[in-house]
């Protein structure tokens, strides 16, 4: 059975610092692209950021580049969210999702989201 | 960016109903399209992929068509347990982007 258990969220500063872990498990790791989706309180979904099986690419949508990073432990079956310079905006529930590939012309390419954690809550606030 | 336009925000229906929610993109995306569900307090799960592909385990109740730049999920014969809200999601390009989500309310 697929797993995905975050954790690390909480209360933090405007402009502070937070890591969320997502600890995967029952499938194979090394063989899927990991991403991170967030949802604001009473609003809809927002795809965050996006790594590759190997580490090797990272994507990220426009509001968060320069203040976030995505990371990979393949060896801990683990994906992570350093978040940086946090504002209000960025109070959410965040989603460790599993996303499956669609191989083309030797490339493959990150698709849509098969698997969800329950979610890790980060609340920047003073 | 791909603008994803859901319509309506809110839909009632009862029971039994056949009910449609519309799902279009700003530009064109092929079928590189996603539908999920989601209730309150719970992650989303996946529905459809490329249009109109139904994931393993969801009720064929459900279907999704389309391609270029509108889609559409049709559920049948609604349950119970289809009252939730719902989701289109585009992957042709980065950022990858949900439409603004469609509650599915019990009338």
């Known amino acids: 059975e697929v797993q995905l258990v975050e954790s690390g969220g909480g209360l933090v500063q405007p402009g502070g610092s937070l890591r969320l872990s997502c600890a995967a498990s029952?499938?194979?790791?090394?063989?899927?692209?990991m991403s991170w989706v967030r949802q604001a309180p009473g609003r809809g979904l927002e795809w965050v950021a996006s790594?590759?099986?190997?580490?090797?690419?990272?994507y990220y949508v426009h509001s968060v580049t320069g203040r976030f990073s995505i990371s990979r432990d393949n060896a801990k079956t683990s994906v992570y969210l350093q978040m940086n310079s946090l504002t209000a905006e960025d109070t959410a529930v965040y989603y460790c999702?599993?996303?499956?590939?669609?191989?083309?012309?030797?490339?493959?390419?990150?698709?849509?989201?098969?698997?969800w954690g329950q979610g890790a809550l980060v609340t920047v606030s003073s | 960016d791909i603008q994803m336009t859901q319509s309506p925000s809110t839909l009632s229906a009862s029971i039994g109903d056949r009910v449609t929610i519309t799902c279009r993109a700003s530009?064109?995306?092929?079928?590189?399209l996603a539908w999920y569900q989601q209730k309150p307090g719970k992650a989303p799960k996946l529905l459809m992929f490329?249009?109109?592909s139904l994931e393993s385990g969801v009720p064929s109740r459900f279907s999704g068509s389309g391609s270029g730049t509108e889609f559409t999920l049709t559920i049948t014969s609604l349950q119970p347990d289809d009252f939730a809200t719902y989701y289109c999601?585009?992957?042709?390009?980065?950022?990858?982007?949900f439409g603004l989500g469609t509650k599915l309310e019990i009338k």
């Open positions: 530009q064109s995306i092929s079928s590189w």
């Open positions: 999601q585009q992957y042709d390009s980065y950022p990858y982007t």
């Open positions: 490329k249009a109109s």
């Open positions: 999702a599993r996303g499956l590939t669609y191989c083309s012309g030797g490339a493959c390419y990150l698709v849509y989201f098969d698997h």
């Open positions: 790594i590759k099986d190997d580490g090797s690419d990272k």
């Open positions: 029952g499938f194979t790791f090394t063989s899927y692209y």
